[in-house]
């Protein structure tokens, strides 16, 4: 048997973040995070600033994750890299990245769906995390994604169901805009949530067939209801955001709880994980942990660390393409939309 160590060095760069990690076979070493401060005074990601942004953070991030890790370039096994989904203008940097520097090294390129990192990161050797076994549902909850997402092995994966329209990090984000709260505002609507009553508003809940999400409704309600109780009362926000948070929460991890139990009804399968950078959310990660206990389900969720976007999830799936030789050709081209599966 050969027990060479396999030492991968993974890109991000799908959105706003600029990342880079180096991993010893499933082990992280190194996971270092660029993010991008300048969208904040926009509201949201400005997708020509992120891209020119990028383009200044790679060098130096790529050179601190071979640092951290002690690793020198040469020592690399291969470099795998997020191929999409996301902003072309941002992939097309790690991608035009990756491929170089696989190509001075002579060190073989592996794409990454970014989406499916989310979800394999469950696997990153970690002696205080479990790791669920196959199958198992998982459901990416991101600010471009929505999925429930049936996992019947590393690379085997089936959609299940997703959003028909907005993310439900988006909605988070664009409901913290309408309650004037600085971008990103699903964090803050988070902490604010923790000292309101859930139950002080209740907002409608959509209608929408199978393990399928839709979250512009309650976009368009929440507007409406606020632009209501402002027009009698001006201070309505001001005396009562902590409350409007809180229901706000409430109204859409119920959406997210209620679809995942029916995944769970129809499936039979009761292992659980969730993944994305709305996995941070203490509320969703609360009602998860509490299914264990109420529902019989096994339940999975990555340290905070690995919800946002970072390096060491697509290194984890580089490595178990890497164990199959599963491996890049070097014209690969980022796809702005990457579906699970193809």
Known sequence: MNHKTTYILAIESSCDDTSAAVLAND??????????????KYGGVVPELASRAHQQNIVPVVHQALAQANIDKKALSAIAFTRGPGLMGSLLVGTSFAKSMSMGLEIPLIEVNHMQAHILVHFIKDENQKTPTFPFLAMTI???????????????????????????????????????????????????????????????KPKVDGLNFSFSGLKTSILYYIQKQTKANPNFLEENLEDVCASIQYTILEILMEKLEKAVNQTGIKQVAIGGGVAANSGIRNRLAAAEHEKGWQTYIPKFEFCTDNAAMIGIVGYLKYLQKNFSAKNVVAKARYVIGE
Request: hydrophobic content about 40%.
């Open 27 to 40: 082990k992280v070493l190194s996971n270092v995070v660029a993010n991008q401060e300048i969208h904040r």
């Open 142 to 204: 991101s600010g471009g994604h929505t999925q429930i997402v049936l996992v019947k092995d590393f690379l085997e994966m089936e959609i299940l169901g997703q959003t028909l329209d907005d993310a439900v990090g988006e909605a988070f984000d664009k409901s913290a805009k309408l309650l004037g709260l600085p971008y990103p505002g699903g964090p803050l609507i988070d902490k604010l949530a923790k000292k309101g009553n859930p139950r002080a508003y209740p907002f409608p």
